[in-house]
């Protein structure tokens, strides 16, 4: 059974700092990894996606790496902004179509 | 193209009370999916769908939930007999048909509350 980690749970910084959102997984047995990004009372915004056979993804500042052999992927971000903050959510799709999500990291950028 | 859309966006019921939640997929997507994200939990899980079928119903809970993705129309989350414990936010995703990345989009959620 698939169980997804994010460490840490909360996380604050100061605006323009980079820094690195972690996500680990149990099965190496994935097909792809995907990073939503939730505002409170909202819905999922896709991010990032990998597929398995690839390493990494970048879209702007956000920069998404996966590491299946270590079941560990993360989530980049660069030049932080207060716009960023958010709950960040890591979740992995395996042999099956379903989303197996972590609890994810609540993000605060302080201006 | 709009994205996937869910109604009602806010529920509220009474224990006992019906509830029937709605989700039209992304334009040309097939495939369709539903997870809920109780209070302080991560989301889970609870049924996938493609029309007329449902392929894995492993998260639904084995009473009072029901989901249906007909020929026509948008899907169904069907709740019966809601109890407090059904309170939570629930998404729908949907991806397109056949081979490819399998991205899923998401809803903006329809939010249970359970009086």
């Known amino acids: 059974k698939q169980e997804v980690t994010q460490i840490p749970a909360a996380l604050s910084v100061p605006e323009g700092e980079n820094l690195v959102l972690n996500c680990s997984f149990t099965d190496s047995a994935i097909y792809n990894l995907q990073w939503f990004r939730q505002d409170p009372g909202k819905g999922l915004t896709s991010l990032l996606l990998?597929?398995?056979?690839?390493r990494e993804q970048t879209s702007g500042r956000l920069n998404a790496s996966l590491d299946k052999s270590s079941g560990r992927s993360t989530l980049y971000i660069a030049a932080s902004q207060p716009g960023d903050s958010a709950t960040y959510l890591c979740?992995?799709?395996?042999?099956?179509?379903?989303?197996?999500f972590g609890k994810g990291t609540k993000l605060t950028v302080n201006p | 193209n709009a994205g996937v859309m869910q109604n009602p966006r806010h529920l509220v019921r009474r224990r006992g009370q019906e509830a029937r939640l709605r989700c039209s997929p992304m334009?040309?997507?097939?495939?369709v999916y539903w997870y809920r994200q109780l209070p302080e939990e991560g989301l889970k899980f609870m049924v996938y769908?493609?029309?007329?079928?449902?392929?894995?119903e492993s998260g639904m809970p084995k009473e009072r939930f029901s989901a249906e993705f007909p020929k026509e129309g948008p899907s169904i989350l069907r709740i019966q007999q809601v109890v407090r414990g059904d309170s939570a936010a629930y998404f729908c995703?949907?991806?397109?048909?056949?081979?490819?990345?399998?991205?899923?989009?998401f809803g903006p959620g329809t939010r249970l509350t359970v009086l």
């Open positions: 334009k040309g997507h097939s495939h």
């Open positions: 990998i597929q398995s056979s690839q």
């Open positions: 769908l493609q029309k007329e079928n449902i392929i894995d």
């Open positions: 995703a949907s991806s397109p048909a056949g081979l490819g990345s399998r991205e899923q989009f």
């Open positions: 979740a992995l799709q395996g042999g099956s179509e379903k989303l197996v």
